[in-house]
């Protein structure tokens, strides 16, 4: 079985939310902030190209294996912010200036609000591109 057949709709998911809550540590229009846009756009525009080019297409399930990986991706970077005292993926705090995670409520639920979140937008990307059943 091929384990990055849900890589695609983990990274275009990942790319399309991370831009809308930044927590920059620069005004705009500083090159660390434009680099922050361009560099999660890169990540959107890449996965468009391999999923609606049909170069990557999906396969059945997908959304579901995204759905682990990114679970288990944030299970792994929460025992880096344990160990490490960081937030990354913002586990352990939301950033501290306003961000669309204020709309999903305090520590801890955001997380678990968030996690619906992310599932409604893997399985709203997946629509347009799932798989068909053949036709002859």
Known sequence: ????????HAELA???????PPDLWTPWPTYPAIYFFVAHGGIVLA??????GR???????AVWRAYGMLLGFAAAIGAVNAVAGTNFMYLCRKPKG????????????????????????FWLLWLPVRPRGETR
């Not at 079985?1 to 695609?8: S, V």
């Not at 990942?14 to 809308?20: D, F, H, Q, S």
């Not at 170069?55 to 399930?61: D, E, F, N, Q, S």
């Not at 306003?98 to 409604?120: Q, R």
């Open 1 to 8: 079985m091929d384990q990055r057949a849900g890589l695609p």
């Open 14 to 20: 990942r790319g399309r939310v991370r831009p809308l």
């Open 47 to 52: 996965v468009s190209v391999l999923v609606f």
């Open 55 to 61: 170069i990557h297409p999906l396969r059945a399930g």
């Open 98 to 121: 306003a961000s669309l995670l204020d709309a999903l409520g305090p520590w801890p639920n955001y997380l678990v609000a968030g996690g619906v979140v992310a599932l409604a937008l």
